[in-house]
């Protein structure tokens, strides 16, 4: 069985930085697209940042200059460096990868448990 585990949420004041990691870990013989979506209440899920296999990446308007993703291939970790942490950044982070149990497998996706990030003074 495959899972995705985000860790290092938390609350932190505007102006702050965090990181958030994510590893996938099980039956995986490789990952294509990795990403980080957030939803906040009352909003729906939206996409903060994705990064292909080859290092490829897309970030929303609303977080380019501030948060950067990036990729361990070896480790089948994902991560998001948020700096400059605003109000609106507060939200559950969930991890999302498009996973291959194998060569001969389509991949199929899958979302962690998500982590609560907090931007509050």
């Known amino acids: 069985q495959v899972q995705l585990v985000e860790s290092g949420g938390g609350l932190v004041q505007p102006g702050g930085s965090l990181r958030l990691s994510c590893v996938a870990s099980g039956n995986i013989y490789s990952i294509d697209a990795m990403g980080w979506y957030r939803h906040a209440p009352g909003k729906q899920r939206e996409l903060v940042a994705t990064?292909?296999?080859?290092?490829?990446?897309n970030y929303a308007d609303s977080v380019k200059g501030r948060f950067t993703i990036s990729r361990d291939n070896a480790k089948n970790t994902v991560y998001l460096q948020m700096n400059s942490l605003k109000p609106e950044d507060t939200a559950v982070y969930y991890c999302?990868?498009?996973?291959?149990?194998?060569?001969?497998?389509?991949?199929?996706?899958?979302w962690g448990q998500g982590t609560q990030v907090t931007v509050s003074s």
């Open positions: 990064i292909t296999s080859g290092g490829s990446t």
């Open positions: 999302n990868a498009d996973i291959r149990g194998s060569w001969y497998h389509r991949p199929y996706n899958l």
